[in-house]
T-cell receptor, first 110, second 113 residues
Framework: QKEVEQDPGPLSVPEGAIVSLNCTYS??????FMWYRQYSRKGPELLMY??SSGNKEDGRFTAQVDKSSKYISLFIRDSQPSDSATYLC??????????WGAGTKLIIKP | KAGVTQTPRYLIKTRGQQVTLSCSPI?????VSWYQQTPGQGLQFLFE???????NKGNFPGRFSGRQFSNSRSEMNVSTLELGDSALYLC????????????FGSGTQLSVL
């Protein structure tokens, strides 16, 4: 079993829909949780960064961490075609090494 | 401010050859991490350098090596290439370490024939 599990998709939704992306993990020591977005032929870029549990909101994006369930989520409101990309979750303890999910491919249909 | 620059963007090699990839981090960043990305495995951590010292290493064979220079630029070398080494190799820089915000380059797409 992988330390971080993420459904590869693709997930296809109509423009304007609310998108929910999720990762589960097995290591209860993880404290730092991140979501990256990767467009085709580009490197990942950081979207959201959360320490420990709770919610964080940035514009149309909301990140949630539930440490008791070992589950993190990224919500995208009012989804746009430009949100079509692969979304990767990543997490770490405090030892400088990130563990990554395999990424979920998201397609927003106009 | 210039981003992370990786060269070359594309590379085609044959089995048994060796390859060197280059990464120039964002000015002022001292931490450089390398990742291998394949469709099935996602991002796999190779190693991280900070101020010319390897601080962390992933579970890759010794054919994969790296170094960092005094100007924080980093190189990654793969010797005796195998077909399974075909992947996108990504470099990321940060000020202090990979558990903070990482800035990625566009990667080097390596194809081994």
């Amino acid at each position: 079993q992988k330390e971080v599990e993420q459904d590869p998709g693709p997930l296809s939704v109509p423009e304007g829909a609310i998108v929910s992306l999720n990762c589960t993990y097995s290591n209860s020591a993880f404290q730092y949780f991140m979501w990256y977005r990767q467009y085709s032929r580009k490197g990942p870029e950081l979207l959201m960064y959360t320490y420990s549990s709770g919610n964080k909101e940035d514009g149309r994006f909301t990140a949630q961490v539930d440490k008791s369930s070992k589950y993190i989520s990224l919500f995208i409101r009012d989804s746009q075609p430009s949100d079509s990309a692969t979304y990767l979750c990543a997490m770490s303890e405090s030892n400088y090494q990130l563990i990554w999910g395999a990424g979920t491919k998201l397609i927003i249909k106009p | 401010k210039a981003g992370v620059t990786q060269t070359p963007r594309y590379l085609i090699k044959t089995r048994g050859q060796q390859v060197t990839l280059s990464c120039s981090p964002i000015s002022g960043h001292r931490s450089v991490s390398w990742y291998q990305q394949t469709p099935g495995q996602g991002l796999q951590f190779l190693f991280e350098y900070f101020s010319e010292t390897q601080r962390n290493k992933g579970n890759f064979p010794g054919r994969f090596s790296g170094r960092q220079f005094s100007n924080s630029r980093s190189e990654m070398n793969v010797s005796t290439l195998e077909l399974g080494d075909s992947a996108l190799y990504l470099c990321a820089s940060s000020a202090r370490g990979p558990d903070e915000k990482l800035f990625f380059g566009s990667g080097t797409q390596l194809s081994v024939l």
